[in-house]
Nanobody
């Protein structure tokens, strides 16, 4: 089973940007659906972006227009570009193979002045 490691999180001011990476231990070419989730303190984990095998991605209303998910099969990596960050985006962000259910360990994103 392919395993995932997220990176790229950190502390950023409101209005700033971060790009998260999710590196796979093996090829992701055959993975048809990858997703990004996040979990804020005291809240349930929520879906942020779902990348379909068609190349189309769906986004939570709260991040639509600000976040962009993408994948690079040659690098076995998926990305989450986050722009115009808000304090309410503070959470641990996870990537997930939708079909296998394999999760990464998460990366912390903190948006604060």
């Amino acid at each position: 089973q392919v395993q995932f490691v997220e990176s790229g999180g950190g502390l950023v001011q409101p209005g700033g940007s971060l790009r998260l990476s999710c590196a796979a231990s093996g090829s992701i070419r055959s993975i048809t659906g990858m997703a990004w989730y996040r979990q804020a303190p005291g809240k349930q984990r929520e879906l942020v972006a779902l990348m379909h095998n068609t190349g189309v991605s769906d986004y939570a209303d709260s991040v639509k227009g600000r976040f962009t998910a993408s994948r690079d099969n040659a690098k076995n990596t998926v990305y989450l570009q986050m722009n115009s960050l808000k304090p309410e985006d503070t959470a641990v962000y996870y990537c997930k193979d939708v079909l296998s259910g394999s999760w990464g360990q998460g990366t912390q994103v903190t948006v604060s002045s």
